[in-house]
């Protein structure tokens, strides 16, 4: 299901497009770009969800990084609605999938047919895709759904391809899935396996809203009718904007400051402090690094910068983070949450290397 590209290719779009970076010049124009891009991407999504600045921003930061996202959050929160106007405002060809457990993986990567041809008096197998075969796909309730349907989904988001009947089909580009999570209810439900929760590029809870925003959201949806984003930009874009995204440099310093984030959540390891090291069972996996260097990279190009700072990288680390720890009985026992750890994990993880020896009684 692809998307009809965009009538009109703007001079921002146009300045992400290209076969490479050779000046300053150069690489400084395509950032501002992307940010300015960016700022009316998040501006389109902003006219119909109200609030969730933060949780709009790491979907787009999921979807320029070529990632998949994960939200949890309570019935009402808007998320279905984050994916609908994305979805309208990039142009994206959508699809929704509502899991429960009697959800196939056929219902979801397509099936194989026996269609009749009356006039010819033919008959001939075809396929028919699935809710997949979308570019942006929305996976709401994913732990209603059985591990066998979940696999399917994951394999597919990691693959970017479907097989079935012994064919192995591609999946359009950009491929984005959006899942979301009830953490109540979990009567009948399939929490996701460690190992599939890893294959997503980050997690985000979504809070629910302050006063001022529900004021808001009465306003817009109960006077009026609902306003849908405008289309800005088009697959095309997106997918120039991914590679632009994979070309900006990090410095040896930043790139070191991830490892060290990573390690520090393995127990009994150099950089795990003795009070974090209490309350993990099991720490991320190296796809928390390459989480954090490809979101950090295009933190870096909101802002319009070619270069990645700490800062870039600390601002997603807790949502690459998050999913990929397991809590020790402790942590568990205490209420810590994967998210507090996240957060203290990152807190013990100096950017300058020569503090960690002090902070752990030696020399560094």
Known sequence: M???????????????DGAGIDDVAEARRRCEAF???????????????????????????????????????????????????????????????QFTPDVMPADITGTSILVEDESAGRRSIQFRPGPLFAQLVLADEINRASPKTQSALLEA????????????RPLGRPFFVMATQNPIEQEGTFPLPEA??????????????????????????TKTELVMPSQVLD????????????????APEVQDWIVRL??????GGEFCSD??????????????????????????????????????????????????????FEAEAEGVSNDEIARRVIAATPTEYARIGAAKGGVA
């Open 196 to 221: 599939q929760l890893d294959r997503f590029l980050l997690k985000v809870d979504v809070p629910p809203p302050d006063r001022e925003t529900l004021r808001e959201v009465l306003e817009r949806t």
């Open 262 to 267: 990573v390690l520090g959540t393995h127990p």
């Open 235 to 250: 697959a095309r874009a997106i997918i120039a904007a991914q590679k632009l995204a994979r070309r900006i440099p990090m």
């Open 2 to 16: 692809a998307a009809e590209p965009a009538p009109n290719y703007s001079a921002d779009e146009r300045d992400l």
């Open 275 to 328: 009070e974090n090291a209490r309350l993990i069972r099991i720490g991320a996996s190296p796809r928390a690094a390459q989480a954090i260097a490809s979101c950090s990279r295009v933190v870096a190009l909101m802002a319009g910068r070619y270069a990645v700072s700490f800062d870039d990288a600390r601002k997603v680390a807790r949502a690459a983070l998050r999913h990929r720890l397991h809590r020790s």
């Open 157 to 168: 988001m990691q693959e970017r391809s479907v097989t079935s009947g012994g064919e192995t």
């Open 35 to 97: 940010r300015k891009i960016f700022a009316r991407l998040r501006s389109e999504v902003g006219k119909s969800l109200v609030g969730q600045r933060e949780v709009v921003d790491l979907a787009l930061v999921t979807l320029f990084a070529d990632g998949h996202l994960l939200l949890e959050g309570v019935p009402g929160l808007g998320k279905t609605l984050l994916v609908r106007s994305l979805a309208a405002a990039t142009g994206l060809g959508f699809s929704r999938i």
